[in-house]
């Protein structure tokens, strides 16, 4: 009896300190916390920006309607949506490492004449400039509006300005296919159709090479217009058409889409290609479209 009051004793002190050495931790963070927060240096904090424009070897001009964002110059550009975001939350609140007391002229941190120049506004209205100059070590030299106060800022906040527009544009994608997953095949050329299936005289295994393999390429026309189709193909009398069934993959649901394919290039190193329901025309390796269209 005398043993088992001494191991309840014992795991009631061991309880004990447990719980206390887990409320000295939580302490411990709480005030690193807090301290680090009372060290930050807020150098601009906005509310949700609507419009950003700078140069990074091109004029890039963005805004934002409807909780999406369009590239001024052209809104029928497909624009990535995560890229835009990205910058947006880089500059909707921007911390320094440090700020300089009693620093150089403004030339001797690459400001007067800086590497960037960023021109934000909010929902509010408000409009904010922001100057990045040369590089501090791992960090870089800002200032903003007025050039009355000089900081240091991480390096991640050019991450998101070195993209060029064709790296933001958003493309189509295509499936994974093979014979896994195909259900059926149509090919429409000339008016004629031919059916590939797995139980068909027109088995899956030959196209489903060419389709396995097949991408989309560089995007050759962005919005293309119906006055245009032609030009790439894609009329009606001239196109091919390759209606594809399948399951997906991720989702294990049957879904259907549509292929045209066009004209190929001057140098017949590639055939233009789109979506049925896209504006997008692109390039795609010749050698892969003609396994889709004459399939072993």
């Known amino acids: 009896m005398k043993q088992r ?14 719980t206390f050495y887990t409320g000295i931790r939580i302490y411990q963070k709480h005030q690193s916390a807090k301290k680090d927060s009372e060290n930050t240096i ?17 004029d890039l001009s963005f805004v934002k309607e409807n909780g999406t964002w369009y590239y001024t110059k052209n809104k029928d550009y497909p624009i990535t949506q995560s890229y835009l975001k990205e910058l947006a ?13 009693d620093g150089d002229s403004l030339s001797d941190y690459g400001l007067e004449q800086p590497s960037y120049t960023l021109k934000v506004k909010d929902k509010k209205g408000i409009e904010t ?3 990045i100059g040369n590089a501090a070590g791992e960090n870089y030299y800002l200032t903003l509006d007025n050039k009355s106060k000089i900081y240091t800022v991480s390096s991640n906040i050019l991450s998101s300005l070195s993209y060029s527009l064709d790296d933001m544009i958003e493309t189509d994608t295509f499936p994974s296919l093979s014979t896994g997953n195909l259900k059926k095949v149509i090919v429409t050329k000339s008016g004629k159709k031919t059916t590939y299936t797995s139980k068909s005289k027109k088995g899956l295994d030959g196209i489903a090479g060419g389709l396995g393999v097949f991408t989309f390429g560089d995007c050759q026309n962005y ?37 045209y394919i066009g004209k190929t290039d001057k140098d017949k190193k590639n055939y233009y290609v789109k979506l049925k329901d896209s504006k ?16 072993e």
């Not at 009051?5 to 309880?15: D, S």
């Not at 807020?42 to 091109?58: A, P």
């Not at 939350?89 to 700020?99: H, L, P």
């Not at 997008?280 to 399939?295: C, E, G, H, Q, T």
């Open 280 to 295: 997008m025309v692109y390039f795609s390796d010749a050698d892969v479209v003609k396994n889709i269209l004459n399939p």
């Open 223 to 259: 919005s293309v217009k119906s006055t245009e189709l032609a030009k790439y193909g894609f009329d009606t009398d001239s196109r091919i058409t390759v209606e594809i069934s399948y399951k997906d993959t991720d989702t294990n649901k049957k879904k259907n889409l549509t292929l």
């Open 89 to 101: 939350a880089q500059f909707q609140k921007v911390e320094a490492v440090r700020e300089l007391k």
């Open 129 to 131: 400039t922001y100057y």
């Open 5 to 18: 009051k001494t191991l309840i004793l014992l795991i009631l002190i061991f309880t004990g300190l447990l």
């Open 42 to 58: 807020i150098v601009k904090k906005l509310s949700s920006l609507t419009s950003i424009s700078y140069n990074n070897g091109e």
